[in-house]
């Protein structure tokens, strides 16, 4: 017995089928006497298909009313899913974000969740009643509907395990647990029966969308008893948490993030305060800068180079184009071309040798590295789009994941 909250994707509700499967989980759930937080996606591809349906109207729609589009896309869901949950004759509410206390932050389209007023889902779950909360969603301050950003729902549901102190927190999927690289990709992927925290937050950064990094970072801080599974099968997933019993991996997986850009300013003035103006600019407009490379000045010239998110690719370019006197470069080059491959793993703070594992795959691939930056317990290397998954699976193909 105890409370606990279950959040199933798009692909787990998008039809008939899938919610009655997911209403048969929920209830059995329930029938062991448990209370039952359900959090819900928008249904299949949903999401993307607002998006198009919105660009159809206006290319540049302001972000409040594309949040007001996208969020109705769990609306539907909760009704569905509640409506299914009603026809196996058990007692349910579905409530959307703003029902359920989910108050944002102000930004649109990426709102961080600031709070949960839980008083409305702790009354309905003393009443009995199943919950079934949407997800991506929440309320601003200034009473406007926003969403948490793309895949923001793992996130809504580890909030709400967070703020009820729930026992468990489980992210049901079309996978049944987290790989050593997305399976979709890599055919010999290996599943991980349990992963930490930090590493998971490394690959979900870094590109393994499987769970929103922002759920990660909040499952870790409130120590959220984290598991992700499958919706269609029975067995057991991929615990995420604190500390693993034996670490048996030097690398616990390879992810690739297509959302980047990379930008370069060549032949600046090697001089000091160059970098400061550049990332300061970046900096003003909230630009998030990643992989920063800055060549050994000769000639009295210098290049920087840094990649971005790709939807800030034009604001950064705008910004810096603007400046281009002051800053003093010769040229500014932007290229969309490209995709950041990443190995995680704490086992190689210990180990050397790793770098120089990756490195080798993708010259035996052939595949050239445009950048490379390293942290304790991840390398992520820049190279050419075209390259990405050929790249994901050589790189793979060099360690060895068999956890026995
Ligand atoms: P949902 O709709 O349930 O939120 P997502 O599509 O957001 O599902 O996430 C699940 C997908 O994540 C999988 O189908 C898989 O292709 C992808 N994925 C990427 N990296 C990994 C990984 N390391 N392990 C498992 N799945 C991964
Ligand atoms: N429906 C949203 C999306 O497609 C949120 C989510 O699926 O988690 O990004
Ligand atoms: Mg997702």
Redesign the pocket.
Known sequence: MGLIVQKF??SSVKDRECLFRVAKTVTDTYKAGNEVIVVV??QGD???DLIEKAKEINERASKREMDML?ST??QISIALLAMAIEKLGFPVVSLTGWQAGFITHSNHGAARIRRIEAERIRRELDSNNIVVVA??QGLNRFGDIT????????TSAVALAAALHADRCQIYTDVDGVYTADPRIVKNAVKLDEITYDEMLELASLGAGVL?NRSVEMAKKYHVNLEVLSSIENKPGTIVKEAVKVEKLLIKGVAKDEDVARIALIGLPDTPGIAFKIFSLLAAKKINVDIILQSIGRHNTKDISFTVPLADKDIALEVLQEKFEILGAERIEAEDDVVKVSIVGAGMQSNPGVAAKMFEALYDANINIQMISTSEIKISVLIARKDADRAVVAVHDAFDFNQK
């Open positions: 994707g798009g996606s928008a949903t999401t993307d996208l896309g769990e997800g991506f969403t948490l950003g793309r895949g923001g729902s793992d929103h």
